[in-house]
Nanobody
Framework: QVQVGESGGGLVQAGGSLRLSCAVS????????MGWFRQAPGKEREFVAA???????LYADSVEGRFTIARDNAKNTVNLQMNSLILEDTAVYYC?????????????????WGQGTQVTVSS
């Protein structure tokens, strides 16, 4: 069974940076897409970024150019580098494993979710 765990959240001022990390157990990591989603208070969970098994990437328009997703198949980890953070980036960020040999941006295509890590951007 795949287990997913996020880390790296915290409090940061607007304009600052944070790096989220996600560790994944199991032998399917290298063949599956990985994604980051977020959920702000009172809002639905939304797509942030995804990376495929062969390093193709997708980003939400709201984070394009500010966030970068990367994976390390040797370490079974995927990171989300978040720069130029704005107040609207405040949310719980979730990592999840996506489809095999493909990429997606719908949460319904992702399983094996982590517990989430809180990111709070202050003014």
């Amino acid at each position: 069974q795949v287990q997913v765990g996020e880390s790296g959240g915290g409090l940061v001022q607007a304009g600052g940076s944070l790096r989220l990390s996600c560790a994944v157990s199991g032998r399917t990591f290298s063949t599956n897409a990985m994604g980051w989603f977020r959920q702000a208070p009172g809002k639905e969970r939304e797509f942030v970024a995804a990376i495929s098994w062969n390093l193709s990437t997708l980003y939400a328009d709201s984070v394009e150019g500010r966030f970068t997703i990367a994976r390390d198949n040797a370490k079974n980890t995927v990171n989300l580098q978040m720069n130029s953070l704005i107040l609207e980036d405040t949310a719980v960020y979730y990592c999840a494993q996506g489809p095999r040999y493909s990429i997606a941006n719908s949460q319904f295509d992702f399983g094996s979710w982590g517990q989430g890590t809180q990111v709070t951007v202050s003014s």
